[in-house]
């Protein structure tokens, strides 16, 4: 699914979690994108953004995002998004994650948005 619109980065990310398809999630990173995967860690690149997501998806959850803002000029975009996975622990307990986003999108040849940097925990340094 392609993204045609900045702000609609944070719905196609939480469908595409939602699939459980790593190939939908990859699809929206640039190839020298960055990735904020946990406070305190970052992702270089294809590769490593596959990783971590591919640990993310261990979760088995079910994530919620909505565009907070969408600063757009030209072909660059900052966006935040407000993000909730609800998942079961391997105790059976359920647990929550969230947080606030803060991403930089950029339009392609194509017309469509990737990431270029994914800060899934904003509030981390």
Known sequence: MKVKEPQQMNV???AAYNSGDI??????????AILAPQPGQR?????AIREAL????RLN???QSENVYC???????LLQASWKLSAVGP???PFELSSRTAEVVRQQPDGSWLYVVDHAFANDS
């Open 71 to 77: 600063m757009h000029t030209g072909d660059i975009a």
């Open 61 to 63: 959850g079910t994530m």
């Open 23 to 32: 190939e939908k999630l990859m699809a929206l990173y640039e190839p020298n």
């Open 54 to 57: 591919l640990g993310f998806l």
């Open 43 to 47: 992702a270089i690149g294809l590769s």
């Open 12 to 14: 196609a990310f939480a």
């Open 91 to 93: 105790d059976g307990k």
